[in-house]
């Protein structure tokens, strides 16, 4: 499996713009998470998904920020309007379904996203 | 609640030196425990874990062993190479749970130098 593929890794973009991040889970994982890191507040949990339902968005900052998982093998983030402060990398990450032995997540490559 | 707290970093080591980077945890019941790997400009790749109390998870040289009279799974490795700079994650999830999120501590940066 390629793992859990991001795109774009990188992205410019400017203020007020809307700002779509893409991730294809590892297949056969029913659980993805997007993830914010930021020097200031490290690695931030937004939302997870279990069977492309939305279980948790407690993380998502504001309205502004929506994802959606439309299929098992598609998630977006989507910003909009973009702001400066949204500048970080976001990871998107896939676990398996919930066992005791194999139940670590497997991380994106990350999309850097500056908004100018 | 859940929660992970590693010590804070940077740490700066020579090479050959031995590395320990403290975490512990709180969580009820019985957690799985990780550390996570985070080289320059890529995600993070799972180092070790351990699922039960007592386990010793260990890869690459790492080790780290699941503590749970002292809530505990620091991270040891006895001779640390220049290819071992990197940004270091001490992780849990709680099975079974309401839910499956994973709790990060706030990372620990470590530069090796020759």
């Known amino acids: 499996d390629a793992g859990v593929i991001q795109s774009p890794r990188h992205e410019v973009t400017e203020m007020g713009q809307e700002v779509t991040l893409r991730c294809k889970p590892i297949?056969?994982?029913?659980?993805l998470f997007w993830y914010r890191q930021t020097m200031m507040r490290g690695l931030e949990l937004l939302i997870y998904?279990?069977?492309?339902?939305?279980?948790?968005d407690s993380g998502m900052p504001e309205d502004r920020f929506s994802a959606k998982m439309p299929n098992a093998s598609f998630s977006t983030l989507k910003i909009q309007p973009s702001e400066p402060r949204d500048s970080a990398v976001y990871f998107c990450?896939?676990?398996?379904?919930?066992?005791?032995?194999?139940?670590?997540?497997?991380f994106g490559q990350g999309t850097r996203l500056t908004v100018v | 609640g859940n929660s992970v707290t590693q010590m804070e970093g940077p740490v700066t080591l020579s090479e050959e030196a031995f590395l320990t980077i403290n975490c512990t945890y709180t969580?009820?019941?019985?957690?799985?425990l990780f550390w996570y790997v985070q080289y320059p400009g890529e995600g993070l790749q799972l180092l070790l874990k351990a699922t039960k109390a007592d386990d010793k998870g260990s890869n690459k040289g790492f080790e780290a062993t699941y503590r749970k009279e002292t809530t505990s799974f620091h991270l040891e490795k006895g001779s640390v190479q220049v290819s071992d700079s990197a940004v270091y994650f001490c992780a849990l999830i709680h099975v079974p749970n309401t839910g499956n999120q994973f709790y990060f501590g706030t990372g620990t940066s470590l530069t090796v130098i020759p």
């Open positions: 297949s056969g994982h029913d659980y």
């Open positions: 998904f279990n069977n492309n339902v939305p279980i948790d």
């Open positions: 990450a896939s676990s398996r379904p919930r066992t005791e032995v194999n139940t670590e997540a497997f």
């Open positions: 969580a009820t019941g019985y957690p799985s």
